[in-house]
C-alpha cells in the first residue's frame, strides 16, 4: 500500500486563475492549475504525482488509441456559505471506478492514489470552486492503457490522472427527447455498467440522428425487443407516475449506476414516493400517460443534476408536458443543490470535507 505521503507535489509558480470568468463557464473547457497522474507499470503503482495541469506525450502505438481501454468518472466539489470545500459523496464514483476497471480488464487504483489524490488536488486548487449558484467544481479521474505496442490484449501499462474544471450550470432548458429503436447503447453481458470512453463514443451517432430531427437526446430501449427503457442519453431516468418514482432497474448491468440516479431515489422516499426499480416498459410509460398519470419525467447526472424531460417521442406517438407546472422534479433538484452547498441538512453523510 502506497501511504498518501507518497504523492510527490510540483506547483505552478503562477495561477491562471486570474485569466478567467468564473461566471460564464463552458462546461469542460476551462482546467484549473494542476493536475494529478500516476503509473502502472510492473504491476504497482507509481511515479504519483500532482503537477502543473500540461499536455502528455504518447506515443502513436498508444494502446488505448487502438482499443479503447480506457474509463473514467465524474464527480463535484462545492463550496458551502462559509467557503469550506466538500466533494460529492466520492467514495460513490471510486468503487464505480473500481468496477469500470475490471469490466475493461484493467488494474483497480488504491484507494490510496483516487481518494487521498484528489482530495489533496482539490485542497491545492480549492481557490477554483466557484462559491456561487449551481455553480461546482467537476472532477474527472480518468485511465487509459499505455503500452506502446498494438498486439490485441490487456495492457500492461496504465496511467490514472486526475483533471479539475470549473464548472457552471449545465443544460438548463426542459429536454426534447426521441426514443430510439434502432441503435442500442448496451446489452446484457456488455459494457453499460461500466463507464467506459468507448459507450460514449458507440452513443454518438445515434445521438446525432436524433437531435438532426430536433430533439435533444434519445432515450435507449433494450436490444432485444426495443421495449424496456434504459437511460436518457448519458443520464439515467426517473419517472413520475401516480405517487411511484419508477426507474429502470440494475439487474442487466446494462445500466449505469449513477450516483445522482441513487441521490434522487433516496430523496424521492423521504418525500413521500413509493420508489420502485424495475424493468419499465415504453407501453407502461404510455398507458399512464394516456390515463393521465404520468405526471414528471427527468434525466439525472453529474453534470446537469435533474434534467426535466418536455417531450418524449415514440414512433409517431407525442408526449408533451408542461414542465412549468412539475412539483416533484424541481424539489428534488433544490434538495440536492442545497444539500451541496451546505444549505440543506446532510442528513445521509454524503458530503466528504476536503
Ligand atoms: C455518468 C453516467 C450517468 C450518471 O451517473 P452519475 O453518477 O449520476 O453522474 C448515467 N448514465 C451514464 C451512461 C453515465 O455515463
Known sequence: MLAATAITMNKVEQSKLKNINLQNLPFGKFFTDHMLEADYEDGEWKNVEIKPYQPLLLSPSLAALHYGQAIFEGIKAYKNEEGEAFIFRPHDNYERFNISAERMAMPKVPEEIFMEGMRQLVELDSAWIPQLPDHSLYIRPFMFSSDEMIGVRPSQNYKFLILLSPTGPYYNAPMRIYVEEQYVRAVPGGVGYAKAAGN???????????????????????????????????????????????????????????????????????????????????????????????????????????????????????????????????????????????????????????
Open 200 to 354: 460514449y463514443g458507440a452513443a454518438m451517432y445515434a445521438t446525432a440522428q436524433a437531435k438532426q430531427k430536433g430533439y435533444d437526446q434519445v432515450l435507449w430501449t433494450d436490444a432485444f425487443e426495443h421495449k424496456y427503457v434504459q437511460e436518457a442519453g448519458t443520464m439515467n431516468v426517473i419517472f413520475i407516475i401516480g405517487n411511484k418514482a419508477i426507474t429502470p432497474d440494475l439487474g442487466a448491468g446494462t445500466i449505469l449506476a449513477g450516483v445522482t440516479r441513487n441521490s434522487a431515489l433516496t430523496l424521492l422516499k423521504e418525500a413521500g414516493f413509493t420508489v420502485e426499480e424495475r424493468p419499465l416498459s415504453i407501453d407502461e410509460i404510455i398507458d399512464a400517460y394516456k390515463a393521465g398519470h404520468l405526471f414528471e419525467v427527468f434525466g439525472t447526472g453529474t453534470a446537469a443534476t435533474i434534467s426535466l424531460i418536455k417531450e418524449l417521442r415514440y414512433k409517431d406517438f407525442v408526449m408533451t408536458f408542461d414542465t412549468d407546472k412539475w412539483r416533484t422534479a424541481p424539489t428534488i433538484k433544490s434538495w440536492l443543490n442545497d444539500i451541496r452547498e451546505g444549505k440543506r441538512e446532510d442528513k445521509y453523510g454524503w458530503m466528504v470535507k476536503v
